[in-house]
């Protein structure tokens, strides 16, 4: 059974740091790229950021130059460190495997999400 | 900027066929797959429609996609008051990379 599973959302101040994981199972990590797909609250969602299963990494231009996608194959796991946070970054950051190994396809299983709240 | 558009909400009765539109242009829509999710409240989004109008294996054949030129559709047929939520068409604009979603359409179930 394929598990997508988001952690390390939290309340952090403008200018702050935070890193997301995302832990998976129940499929080969090596054969799908990932995406970092936000929803802020009562908002639609917003494509964030897509790691090839070559680490070749893409990113929306509200965050590029911030975040960093990164991913771990020993681990199961891709990450999102998010610097120089943003009030507007306030989101539920969900985690989805992409059917393609090259992030060319659709978003087809979901974490659950993990929320980021930015606030002074 | 190559933009996605739905309207913002969408009604029907129990049993009634209910069509999503999804507009957009020959950079997006035109020239891509269109997917469309499912969010029903409180939970995380769902895939409902890829390659325009496949579906994945536990989605009930009452949701169908179609797309022509730069718009695509999503039809539900039978509906159910569980399909309340929203619903997002989502694509791939050339020369970018990354998705492009739709503002999402509220269906009401009434």
């Known amino acids: 059974e394929v598990q997508v599973l988001e952690s390390g959302g939290g309340l952090v101040r403008p200018g702050g740091s935070l890193r997301l994981s995302c832990a998976v199972s129940?499929?080969?990590?090596?054969?799908?790229?990932i995406n970092w797909v936000r929803q802020a609250p009562g908002k639609g969602l917003e494509w964030v950021s897509l790691?090839?299963?070559?680490?070749?990494?893409y990113y929306a231009d509200s965050v590029k130059g911030r975040f960093t996608i990164s991913r771990d194959s020993s681990k199961n796991t891709v990450y999102l460190q998010m610097n120089n946070l943003r009030v507007e970054d306030t989101a539920f950051y969900y985690c989805?495997?992409?059917?393609?190994?090259?992030?060319?396809?659709?978003?087809?299983?979901w974490g659950l999400g993990t929320l980021v709240t930015v606030s002074s | 900027q190559s933009t996605v558009s739905q309207p913002p909400s969408a009604s029907g009765t129990p049993g009634q066929r209910v069509s999503i539109s999804c507009s957009g242009d020959?950079?997006?829509?035109?020239?891509?797959?269109v997917y469309w999710y499912q969010q029903l409240p409180g939970t995380a989004p769902k895939l409902l429609i890829y390659?325009?109008?496949q579906r994945p294996s536990g989605v009930p054949d009452r949701f169908s996609g179609s797309k022509s030129g730069t718009s695509a559709s999503l039809a539900i047929s039978g509906l159910r008051s569980e399909d309340e939520g929203d619903y997002y068409c989502?694509?791939?604009?050339?020369?970018?990379?990354?998705?492009?979603f739709g503002g999402g359409t509220k269906l009401t179930v009434l």
């Open positions: 989805a495997r992409d059917q393609s190994r090259y992030g060319e396809e659709a978003l087809d299983y």
């Open positions: 129940g499929f080969a990590f090596d054969s799908h790229a």
């Open positions: 790691i090839r299963i070559d680490s070749i990494t």
């Open positions: 020959s950079s997006n829509i035109g020239d891509n797959y």
């Open positions: 390659k325009n109008n």
């Open positions: 989502v694509t791939r604009v050339n020369t970018l990379y990354g998705l492009r």
